[in-house]
């Protein structure tokens, strides 16, 4: 089953340009790095009417969000345990390194 939903994300982005400006004010790139400030309602007025316009305009960055979304509501249930200690490793390393990158 999580092929097919891997397969169906693939295909959602094939072929798109996510960099390309849809509206003159905001690109894929910047709202994908304003995602989860969206979905917190943390954005200003301004912010979240710029990021709503491209989202009714962009179908890329509209499954992106309903991925997000998904991810988020699937991973709020989830406890620590429920996590094999190899992949809690892993993960744990992972963010250390991307934490450390960007800096």
Same mark, same amino acid.
């Given at each position: 089953m999580t092929h097919r939903w891997?397969?169906?994300?693939?295909s959602k982005w094939s072929g798109s340009k996510p960099d390309v400006p849809m509206s003159p004010m905001i690109t894929? &790139?910047?709202?994908i790095e304003l995602l989860s400030d969206y979905i917190n309602r943390e954005l200003s007025p301004e912010d979240k009417t710029e990021l709503d316009q491209h989202l009714q305009g962009c179908q890329n960055c509209g499954t992106f969000?309903?991925?997000? &979304?998904q991810s988020v509501d699937l991973l709020k249930d989830l406890k620590e345990e429920d996590i094999p200690e190899e992949v809690n490793a892993r993960l744990r390393n992972f963010l250390r390194s991307k934490i450390q990158s960007e800096k």
């Open positions: 891997i397969e169906w994300i693939k894929c &790139r910047q709202v969000l309903y991925t997000l &979304r």
